[in-house]
């Protein structure tokens, strides 16, 4: 059962630079989300996506864009890597209230470090 | 703007203590309210889902309760072990607008053997 995954786990880069991560869930849901997580502090939503095709601004959306070509996958880009997003980001899925279940289901984390 | 606020923020108790960890949200128009545990470096573990027509859920030694109408949530650990030890997460989640979870900054329990 692989649930949500994300890749890469880990990743350095260098102020300037750019990355996409990636998030894949398997369980056909429409909602998936990316956030962050800085220490002493709870998820903020970087942005979310209700359903292929469709992405939109969560609280703290500025220096990144996400895409969501396909229902199974949500990508984060980074287009210009600053140290303040250092952070560890979380992506999440799960289905339309209206067709069951709405549990969250989260990814294991990706560990950014921006030096 | 929904605020999730999560007291208290830090929590040392002894082996075998019955503990409590309080979660207040700003909104009472939430479709459900999350319970999770995340280990240090981990992602988060769901512990318990409560919609918002519900009063409570548990799960073995956890029991989570939900008043709406106050804004306040508990989350209650029977006889706590070592391995409880983690940060509690409590979350809601908006019925509208993307529907989606709001985090409180989440309760760093301790447990001494």
């Known amino acids: 059962n692989a649930g949500v995954t994300q890749t890469p786990k880990f990743r350095v880069l260098k102020t300037g630079q750019s990355m996409t991560l990636l998030c894949a869930q398997d369980m056909n849901h429409e909602y998936m989300y990316w956030y962050r997580q800085d220490p002493g502090m709870g998820l903020r939503l970087i942005h979310y996506s209700v359903g292929e095709g469709t992405t939109a601004k969560g609280e703290v959306p500025d220096g990144y864009n996400v895409s969501r070509l396909k229902k199974q996958n949500f990508l984060l880009g980074l287009e210009s890597a600053a140290p303040s997003q250092t952070s560890v980001y979380f992506c999440?899925?799960?289905?339309?209230?209206?067709?069951?279940?709405?549990?969250?289901?989260f990814g294991q984390g990706t560990r950014l470090t921006v030096v | 703007k929904q605020e999730v606020t999560q007291i208290p923020a830090a929590l040392s108790v002894p082996e075998g203590e019955n503990l409590v960890l309080n979660c207040s949200f700003t909104?009472?128009?939430?479709?459900?309210l999350q319970w999770f545990r995340q280990d240090p470096g981990k992602g988060l573990t769901s512990l318990l889902l409560i919609q918002s027509s519900q009063r409570e859920q548990t799960s073995g030694r956890l029991n989570a309760s939900l008043d709406k109408s106050s804004g306040r949530s508990t989350l209650y650990i029977a006889a706590s072990q070592p391995g409880d030890s983690a940060t509690y997460l409590c979350a809601v989640r908006r019925g509208t607008g993307g529907f989606k979870t709001i985090f409180g900054a989440g309760t760093r329990l301790f447990v001494k053997a």
């Open positions: 999440a899925s799960s289905y339309h209230y209206l067709q069951g279940s709405t549990e969250a289901f």
């Open positions: 909104d009472s128009a939430i479709y459900n």
